[in-house]
């Protein structure tokens, strides 16, 4: 994937005083990625800049997504709290838009120790007591693709002539998001290990891009998706699920609906990454970016495959 621009050292100070400081803290480069993310060492602590491409995302999404955290804290969710209450604007060409959090307390746990996974299941399961609390309206999730998957991606099915079952199987998987009876409420978008902090007997998240309504499992399938591409083995991987859904459930009651809904939310995840190839396809080389709509096809006809009950 190609890089992002870099600010230059007058656009850092420009975003810097936006921010309300009143001199240009240190800013360092933490990933480069989908965002360009930049560490921030200023005298009030250590903040995480991230700097989005509105071709990804446009601004108003940084306000919607401020707007469900700051509810999401009110009512006690462990998460991190933003710097302003909307996006500022980035002074690049083409023209970006920035968010700045707090830093969480605490490390990573990356691989996760299996005492992680339990806080990492008590910790998700706090965030959707939370969300039940909330009762405003909340944007969908994970870019609308765990509630509408077909909305979500029919703008780029010609992206992909060498995939010309993605729209079916995508279809079939919209209309297992219209049936299923997973319970629904705010949930992270991306909540994995990598995106929260350990501190004791306590977790914080951040990276709240992904944050809306959608199906919980949806957040339960994106844990489940990463451990099983870091940890491939059974021997590594079934005692950190377990320890995770242990975790969960002591907190807040998992149904046999969540817990069956997993597979299908996996296949989505897959799909969201696909979402963020289809927004952002000059960051890729030709042929990689038509073997990702392939490889999508793959794991949606196998998930298709293997559970017909859900998606007839």
Same mark, same amino acid.
Request: proline residues 9%; charged residues 20%; contains cysteine.
């Given at each position: 994937?190609?890089?992002?621009?870099?600010?230059?050292?007058?656009?850092?100070?420009?975003?810097?005083?936006?921010?309300?400081?009143?001199?240009?803290?240190?800013?360092?480069?933490?990933?480069?990625?989908?965002?360009?993310?930049?560490?921030?060492?200023?005298?009030?602590?250590?903040?995480?800049?991230?700097?989005?491409?509105?071709?990804?995302?446009?601004?108003?999404?940084?306000?919607?997504?401020?707007?469900?955290?700051?509810?999401?804290?009110?009512?006690?969710?462990?998460?991190?709290?933003?710097?302003?209450?909307?996006?500022?604007?980035?002074?690049?060409?083409?023209?970006?838009?920035?968010?700045?959090?707090?830093?969480?307390?605490?490390?990573?746990?990356?691989?996760?120790?299996?005492?992680?996974?339990?806080?990492?299941?008590?910790?998700?399961?706090?965030?959707?007591?939370?969300?039940?609390?909330?009762?405003?309206?909340?944007?969908?999730?994970?870019?609308?693709?765990?509630?509408?998957?077909?909305?979500?991606?029919?703008?780029?099915?010609?992206?992909?002539?060498?995939?010309?079952?993605?729209?079916?199987?995508?279809?079939?998987?919209?209309?297992?998001?219209?049936?299923?009876?997973?319970?629904?409420?705010?949930?992270?978008?991306?909540?994995?290990?990598?995106?929260?902090?350990?501190?004791?007997?306590?977790?914080?998240?951040?990276?709240?891009?992904?944050?809306?309504?959608?199906?919980?499992?949806?957040?339960?399938?994106?844990?489940?998706?990463?451990?099983?591409?870091?940890?491939?083995?059974?021997?590594?991987?079934?005692?950190?699920?377990?320890?995770?859904?242990?975790?969960?459930?002591?907190? /807040?009651?998992?149904?046999?609906?969540?817990?069956?809904?997993?597979?299908?939310?996996?296949?989505?995840?897959?799909?969201?990454?696909?979402?963020?190839?289809?927004?952002?396809?000059?960051?890729?080389?030709?042929? /990689?970016?038509?073997?990702?709509?392939?490889?999508?096809?793959?794991?949606?006809?196998?998930?298709?495959?293997?559970?017909?009950?859900?998606?007839?």
């Amino acid at each position: 994937m190609a890089s992002l621009d870099l600010l230059t050292p007058m656009q850092l100070a420009a975003c810097a005083h936006s921010l309300g400081w009143t001199t240009t803290p240190s800013m360092t480069v933490l990933r480069n990625g989908v965002n360009l993310t930049y560490r921030v060492s200023a005298d009030d602590g250590i903040w995480y800049l991230r700097v989005v491409d509105p071709r990804w995302r446009p601004a108003a999404t940084g306000v919607e997504e401020v707007a469900v955290v700051d509810a999401l804290r009110r009512a006690g969710a462990p998460i991190v709290p933003f710097r302003t209450a909307g996006p500022v604007a980035v002074v690049a060409s083409p023209l970006r838009w920035a968010l700045c959090c707090a830093a969480a307390p605490g490390a990573l746990s990356d691989p996760p120790a299996v005492a992680d996974c339990i806080r990492l299941g008590s910790g998700l399961a706090h965030l959707h007591l939370a969300g039940d609390g909330v009762k405003a309206s909340v944007r969908p999730a994970a870019d609308g693709v765990p509630e509408d998957p077909v909305q979500a991606m029919a703008p780029y099915w010609d992206l992909w002539p060498e995939a010309p079952d993605l729209p079916t199987l995508v279809a079939r998987l919209g209309q297992w998001c219209r049936d299923h009876p997973d319970d629904r409420g705010i949930i992270h978008g991306d909540a994995h290990n990598g995106n929260c902090a350990f501190a004791d007997d306590s977790v914080t998240f951040f990276d709240t891009e992904c944050v809306g309504w959608g199906p919980r499992s949806y957040d339960l399938a994106v844990v489940q998706t990463t451990w099983r591409r870091h940890l491939p083995h059974d021997a590594d991987f079934a005692p950190r699920w377990q320890a995770f859904i242990n975790g969960y459930a002591n907190v /807040r009651p998992l149904s046999a609906a969540t817990l069956a809904a997993i597979p299908a939310c996996v296949a989505l995840r897959r799909l969201w990454l696909l979402l963020v190839a289809a927004r952002m396809p000059w960051r890729y080389e030709p042929a /990689r970016f038509q073997a990702l709509g392939v490889d999508a096809c793959t794991v949606l006809a196998a998930a298709v495959a293997n559970h017909p009950e859900k998606f007839g």
